[in-house]
């Protein structure tokens, strides 16, 4: 059977997970339907000439406020991808435990071919369309950055929506993933990425999970694959080689794939690319054209890491995976029928709804901020770092000797807001991982991490709408 399309693949995976949830059809078609969509379509002039621009905003779930998801530029935007996006988001959101309903914006334009004077007017006339029919606000539904999207776009949008409403006081909550300059918060921009790191390092750190794909427990010298060297695929991949000591053996973006068994800088990928424009001289690696990228897909590894968009894997490809695990930091990057084959095949996956949920955690540890008006750590920092100097003079009297420096330095840290924003996004990945795993091994009929993720997301969703008393 093949998927028809995202939103299609997005159904199936519910309602293989609603059965199991026990809970009654009605609130089950509730849960699952998206609640609201707008569409608009707006007059830009662009080099003297009017262009007519495509733009959504989809609400998937009203269950808890504000409404919360990125916003994304491509000319690949469409109701149905929008719908199916925002619905991930509410599923996403209760997963980490993240107070917020699941939205998500969309529009159709290819960002890579407008000037940033065009984007900036896209951008402010599209907010102003939210504005106008209340689709946007600290308290209503708070955009976020996504494909082709990032701190700049936050930045006209909360400008913009701030010129509307001078008088609100927590306007900067209206939009997340705003440089830090402009209200946002430190680690936002890698918290995909990151967490993408945290959440793999936690399924490497099971036993059982392990031992079922012949792996050695830890993620320590794992292989790994990735696909998109963009904000999340290019952060996953620093960060489990610098922090998880994983080596990276085959990448790819737009103009091609590289492999090299061998392994490679990732940071000297990097470099090399933004030097030379692409990564297909990269020396010492088999380049893959811009026709061939695909064989990414297949490429032998411990770890396939898909970083772009949707629809990547799918049942003409799912059965040349070699990769023991992979790991969804795009969303929706398997398609229903894709992933019914690397079942069979043994494959884990660890399912986007869980594993890219670092974004907008940290999302609404910016939301947060902004709401209290205050940096993290500001209150508690030097009170910290006067005790645990104490502490260190407690115990170099105790025991005659002197620490170091270095290790005095050390001790005696007091958390900054990035300390407290990546604890915050550590913990919550470990949990949410822990929350789906538990329920994969204790439910008979649950056979993978994704039904697992749906049917907790069903269950927590559930629950606010039976507490909120719609539901008897
Ligand atoms: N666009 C990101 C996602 O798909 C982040 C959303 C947010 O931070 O609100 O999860």
Not at 116 to 131: F, N, P, S
Not at 156 to 181: E, M, Q
Request: with cysteine; charged share 25%.
């Amino acid at each position: 059977m093949r998927d028809n399309s995202f939103l299609e693949s997005v159904g199936r995976y519910f309602d293989a997970a609603a059965p199991h949830t026990g809970l009654p059809e009605g609130l089950l078609s509730q849960i699952k339907i998206c609640n609201s969509v707008y569409q608009i379509y707006f007059p830009v002039k662009i080099n003297g000439e009017v262009q007519v621009i495509e733009a959504y905003r989809a609400q998937h779930s009203h269950h808890r406020s504000p409404t919360k998801g990125g916003i994304r530029y491509s000319n690949h935007v469409n109701q149905e991808e929008v719908v199916a996006l925002a619905t991930l988001m509410s599923y996403k959101c209760a997963i980490v435990d993240v107070p917020f309903g699941g939205a998500k914006g969309g529009v159709r334009i290819n960002p890579w071919e407008y000037t940033e004077e065009d984007l900036e007017k896209i951008t402010r006339r599209y907010t102003t369309e939210l504005i106008r029919r209340k689709f946007i606000g600290p308290a209503i539904d708070v955009p976020a950055p996504d494909y082709g999207t990032g701190p700049r776009e936050m930045a006209w949008i909360y400008d913009t929506y701030r010129s509307f409403h001078p008088d609100d006081i927590n306007a900067a909550g209206c939009v997340t993933g705003k440089p830090v300059s402009q209200n946002g918060v430190r680690g936002r921009t890698e918290a995909t990425g990151r967490g993408v790191f945290y959440g793999i390092r936690e399924a490497c750190n099971q036993p059982d999970l392990m031992d079922r794909l012949g792996l050695n427990l830890g993620i320590k010298g794992k292989t790994m694959v990735v696909q998109g060297l963009g904000n999340v695929g290019s952060h996953t991949a620093t960060i489990s080689q610098d922090e998880g000591g994983v080596v990276i053996i085959g990448v790819s973006e737009v103009e091609g794939a590289i492999y090299n068994p061998d392994g490679f800088d990732i940071h000297d990928v990097i470099r090399h690319r933004a030097e030379h424009g692409s990564i297909l001289t990269y020396p010492g690696a088999k380049a893959f054209g811009k026709e061939e990228r695909r064989a990414v897909m297949e490429f032998e590894c411990d770890i396939l890491v898909p970083a772009a968009l949707e629809n990547q894997i799918d049942e003409h490809n799912a059965g040349n995976v070699k990769a023991k695990i992979v790991a969804e930091a795009a969303n929706g990057p398997v398609t229903a029928s894709g992933a019914a084959i690397l079942a069979e095949l043994g494959v884990v996956v660890l399912p986007d709804i869980y594993l890219n949920a670092g974004g907008v955690t940290v999302s609404y540890f910016e939301w947060l901020k902004n709401l209290s008006h205050m940096r993290f750590g500001r209150l508690q920092k030097r009170f910290d770092e006067q005790n645990y100097q104490r502490i260190v003079e407690q115990i170099e009297t105790t025991t005659g000797r002197a620490i170091s420096d270095r290790d005095r330095q050390m001790i005696i840290h007091g958390a900054d807001e990035i300390d407290l924003v990546r604890s915050g996004l550590e913990e919550t990945m470990i949990t949410g991982f822990q929350g789906i795993y538990e329920l994969y091994k204790e439910k008979e009929g649950i056979k993978d991490l994704r039904t697992a993720a749906f049917a907790l997301a069903i269950s927590k969703i559930s629950n606010d709408y039976i507490s909120l008393g719609i539901w008897p």
